[in-house]
T-cell receptor
């Protein structure tokens, strides 16, 4: 099976930078995804990595190291609306999405 | 609006009852997935359909069943409901069947159906 670990909760200040880590164990996969989910709402797609390195999309960036089974989501210039859960997910070869438990981020003024 | 439509948004029922949740995928998407998310829990994969055929099964109980119709909409049937079935049920769709080496894997989620079993 696949084990995906993320910190349960994080707190940061408005305007700051926060890094949310994700570690996983799978022999091979078709990509690593990050989703944002506000409480009681649908998850929304943020980013996708299939190769090692950094993918930047505005205030959000995602990094992947396949050899280390490690990814992080970097959020810059935090805003109050960024308070949400952030879900890391992998797509193992021939299988469906496996979601991590999510990290609940609270942005304080 | 993600383009994935789920009905009903809220549903309250009693133990032992049966309910049907409905999902219309985003236009052009052939694959439909069902997920369960209990309070403060992660997304649990239930089942996937691709172009009308069952593609993959996850942790779906025998009391639950689903199907995808020729127009690609899908229904999730939950029967003999128990208190523990209270959860958010999400439908998601994607262009491809999954497992492909591209961003076409991206899942687009509907707003969910919140089921409360009393």
């Amino acid at each position: 099976g696949q084990n995906i670990d993320q910190p349960t909760e994080m707190t940061a200040t408005e305007g700051a930078i926060v890094q949310i880590n994700c570690t996983y164990q799978t022999s091979g996969f078709n990509g690593l995804f990050w989703y944002q989910q506000h409480a009681g709402e649908a998850p929304t797609f943020l980013s996708y990595n299939v190769l090692d390195g950094l993918e930047e999309k505005g205030r959000f960036s995602s990094f992947l190291s396949r050899s280390k089974g490690y990814s992080y989501l970097l959020l810059k210039e935090l805003q109050m609306k960024d308070s949400a859960s952030y879900l890391c997910a992998v797509v193992p070869y021939g299988q469906n999405f496996v979601f991590g438990p999510g990290t609940r981020l609270s942005v304080l003024p | 609006d993600s383009g994935v439509t789920q009905t009903p948004k809220h549903l309250i029922t009693a133990t032992g009852q049966r309910v049907t949740l409905r999902c219309s995928p985003r236009s052009g998407d052939l694959s439909v997935y069902w997920y369960q998310q209990s309070l403060d829990q992660g997304l649990q994969f239930l089942i996937q359909y691709y172009n009308g055929e069952e593609r993959a099964k996850g942790n779906i109980l025998e009391r639950f069943s689903a199907q995808q119709f020729p127009d690609l909409h899908s229904e999730l049937n939950l029967s003999s409901l128990e208190l523990g079935d209270s959860a958010l049920y999400f439908c998601a769709s994607s262009v491809v069947a999954g497992g492909s080496h591209s961003g076409a894997n991206v899942l687009t989620f509907g707003a969910g159906s919140r089921l409360t079993v009393l």
